[in-house]
């Protein structure tokens, strides 16, 4: 891994990346964006943090029963599709180690998109569950809307679709001591990892064994 590294973006580096890579095709919501660097100059993973469109979210009231802990969305997280095997742990411990502490940082898999989370599951994140089922509504003008990406066009509503409820998983960062009492004082449940096919930046060929590795020499 000696020819990555990683490193803060400014806007200008990582928006286009998102708005030209990200199966989203938008910006967020962005506190901290990071890039995996190639070879000294060239990205080729942009990640990036940002407050949660649930603003309940953000100071942890949804997350825990009496704690107030800064809480940030993970909310994009893309590479190259040529990038070599097992490089995204790698990245996204990387880019944990870089935010401020103690933090909750909440991400989703969107099963909608043949997502369910491999790179949190082999990266030990806390599954807690699925989020509330939604709606997304299409319009004349081939625009979409739904609640949680935050997306509204006018016009007429020409097809409703019936989304399925997306993986949300957890990671806490912070003294060994923190982690211990937010665990505590979560009010999610803990389940086991969903499983399932994956596609895109989460199909680089995991090998789950070696990106766990990955990610404890980096923490």
Not at 138 to 154: A, L, M, Q, V
Not at 194 to 199: A, F, L, Q
């Amino acid at each position: 891994m000696n020819k990555y590294k990683v490193q803060q973006l400014t806007n200008g580096e990582y928006m286009d990346w998102i708005l030209k890579k990200h199966y989203a095709k938008r910006i967020c919501s962005v506190s901290y964006a990071f890039g995996l660097v190639k070879d000294l100059d060239k990205i080729v993973g942009v990640c990036t943090f940002g407050s949660s469109p649930n603003y309940q979210y953000n100071d942890g009231k949804c997350i825990f029963n009496n704690m107030k802990v800064r809480t940030l969305e993970l909310n994009r997280l893309v590479l190259n599709e040529t990038s070599e095997k097992n490089i995204l742990s790698f990245f996204l411990s990387k880019c944990l180690k870089l935010l401020p502490s103690p933090l909750a940082v909440i991400s989703y898999a969107d099963p909608n998109m043949n997502h369910t989370g491999y790179i949190y599951q082999a990266t030990n994140w806390l599954y807690t569950g699925t989020s509330n089922p939604k709606n997304r509504f299409h319009f004349e003008d081939g625009s979409t809307f739904d609640i949680r990406r935050g997306i509204h066009t006018k016009g007429k509503i020409v097809k409703t679709e019936k989304l399925l409820p997306t993986y949300r998983y957890l990671y806490l960062l912070g003294s060994k001591k923190q982690k211990k009492d937010m665990l505590r004082d979560l009010k999610f449940d803990l389940f086991d990892y969903p499983k399932g096919k994956n596609k895109r930046y989460e199909t680089i060929d995991i090998d789950m064994n070696y990106q766990q590795s990955l990610f404890d020499e980096c923490l």
